[in-house]
């Protein structure tokens, strides 16, 4: 190697020293500038971006973990309530929202099928979001209006076999859980429903009350007190097993169509490039209130089992629902567009 060679050779080495260490420099103090976010975060309060209007599950969950968690990180949660395009609207809302840990979604099976439901989206379900924690699951229930002559679900399935495509149902909007929960069980009991949908689950248990719609596949704290009043009537909850809210319930499984199971959840998400730290504070934070006794009391007296967990565990949670409830929309051919 001659001198020029030796000094061109010198240089180099000196120039890629310094770029590493600038490098190096800049991770400590971009991880740095995050250990120093999560110490200080939450500063100011957080908004709580809900995808369906007031009166349904989403809006029961959300408020809920919203006082609780207010409370624990003394910081105000504010929920804003943005229903509309299954959940479309708020979503991307939350997307192109600050990624700085203080816009949250409270995300649901709409999350889960969205992607499957439509071709085009104004956002990316998981690039464009930071799983959190799954935060409730619930059963839906099968109610009818008491005008309705069946008292079982063995019942309900002859009628609907004796008069093809006259009994209809209700739900909280296209492709939406109690949607999907009324096209599983037409197709495993090999009967034809008509399906009406509503904006919201309150909506939709309005019309129902009102005769407009002769059941329903419903969260339970929407119809629980008309179901105790004796203005509805229960036939099954869509769950593996009973709920604590309505234990003399039989499942659908029970009552006669075996191997259906539709459960509705609710999961926290941040916008997609929220720092993992802030993402970790804010796990611990509503995992918190998950398994204290006062929210999970609270939940269970409408039928609602808090969770938790992990943002791995959630993010899988996400990615399974996606895909049994995609092979529903795929065979039943359902549309929203």
Same mark, same amino acid.
């Given at each position: 190697?001659?001198?020029?060679?030796?000094?061109?050779?010198?240089?180099?080495?000196?120039?890629?020293?310094?770029?590493?260490?600038?490098?190096?420099?800049?991770?400590?103090?971009?991880?740095?500038?995050?250990?120093?976010?999560?110490?200080?975060?939450?500063?100011?309060?957080?908004?709580?971006?809900?995808?369906?209007?007031?009166?349904?599950?989403?809006?029961?969950?959300?408020?809920?973990?919203?006082?609780?968690?207010?409370?624990?990180?003394?910081?105000?949660?504010?929920?804003?309530?943005?229903?509309?395009?299954?959940?479309?609207?708020?979503?991307?809302?939350?997307?192109?929202?600050?990624?700085?840990?203080?816009?949250?979604?409270?995300?649901?099976?709409?999350?889960?099928?969205?992607?499957?439901?439509?071709?085009?989206?104004?956002?990316?379900?998981?690039?464009?979001?930071?799983?959190?924690?799954?935060?409730?699951?619930?059963?839906?229930?099968?109610?009818?209006?008491?005008?309705?002559?069946?008292?079982?679900?063995?019942?309900?399935?002859?009628?609907?076999?004796?008069?093809?495509?006259?009994?209809?149902?209700?739900?909280?909007?296209?492709?939406?859980?109690?949607?999907?929960?009324?096209?599983?069980?037409?197709?495993?009991?090999?009967?034809?429903?008509?399906?009406?949908?509503?904006?919201?689950?309150?909506? @939709? !248990? &309005? *019309?129902? #009350?009102?005769? +407009?719609?002769?059941?329903?596949?419903?969260?339970? =704290?929407?119809?629980?007190?008309?179901?105790?009043?004796?203005?509805?009537?229960?036939?099954?909850?869509?769950?593996?097993?009973?709920?604590?809210?309505?234990?003399?319930?039989?499942?659908?499984?029970?009552?006669?169509?075996?191997?259906?199971?539709?459960?509705?959840?609710?999961?926290?998400?941040?916008?997609?490039?929220?720092?993992?730290?802030?993402?970790?504070?804010?796990?611990?934070?509503?995992?918190?209130?998950?398994?204290?006794? @006062? !929210? &999970? *009391?609270? #939940?269970?007296? +409408?039928?609602?089992?808090?969770?938790?967990?992990? =943002?791995?565990?959630?993010?899988?949670?996400?990615?399974?629902?996606?895909?049994?409830?995609?092979?529903?929309?795929?065979?039943?051919?359902?549309?929203?567009?």
């Amino acid at each position: 190697m001659n001198g020029n060679a030796r000094s061109r050779f010198r240089a180099k080495r000196k120039t890629d020293a310094i770029t590493l260490l600038a490098l190096t420099l800049l991770a400590l103090n971009a991880a740095g500038a995050e250990i120093e976010a999560a110490e200080t975060y939450p500063a100011r309060p957080i908004r709580f971006i809900l995808p369906y209007p007031p009166g349904g599950g989403n809006d029961f969950v959300g408020r809920v973990l919203a006082m609780r968690l207010a409370e624990n990180i003394r910081q105000q949660v504010v929920i804003d309530n943005r229903g509309g395009a299954h959940g479309i609207i708020a979503t991307e809302l939350a997307a192109k929202a600050p990624p700085d840990g203080y816009t949250m979604l409270l995300g649901g099976t709409g999350h889960a099928i969205n992607p499957y439901m439509y071709s085009k989206l104004p956002y990316d379900s998981e690039k464009d979001f930071a799983p959190v924690s799954l935060a409730a699951v619930a059963p839906n229930i099968l109610v009818l209006h008491p005008s309705v002559p069946a008292a079982s679900v063995k019942e309900l399935i002859a009628l609907a076999r004796a008069k093809p495509r006259r009994l209809n149902y209700g739900s909280a909007g296209g492709g939406g859980n109690s949607h999907l929960a009324g096209a599983l069980f037409a197709m495993l009991a090999d009967i034809e429903l008509m399906h009406v949908a509503y904006r919201g689950t309150g909506p @939709a !248990a &309005t *019309a129902l #009350l009102a005769g +407009e719609v002769q059941a329903m596949f419903s969260t339970l =704290p929407p119809v629980l007190p008309h179901l105790r009043a004796g203005k509805l009537r229960a036939l099954a909850v869509t769950g593996a097993r009973r709920s604590a809210a309505a234990p003399e319930v039989p499942t659908v499984a029970e009552a006669g169509l075996p191997g259906y199971e539709a459960s509705g959840w609710w999961g926290v998400l941040v916008p997609g490039k929220t720092p993992p730290s802030i993402v970790s504070a804010l796990n611990a934070e509503i995992v918190k209130v998950l398994r204290a006794d @006062a !929210a &999970t *009391a609270q #939940l269970s007296r +409408e039928g609602i089992e808090a969770a938790g967990g992990s =943002p791995a565990q959630f993010a899988a949670h996400i990615r399974s629902e996606g895909r049994k409830w995609g092979a529903v929309i795929k065979t039943a051919n359902i549309k929203v567009e």
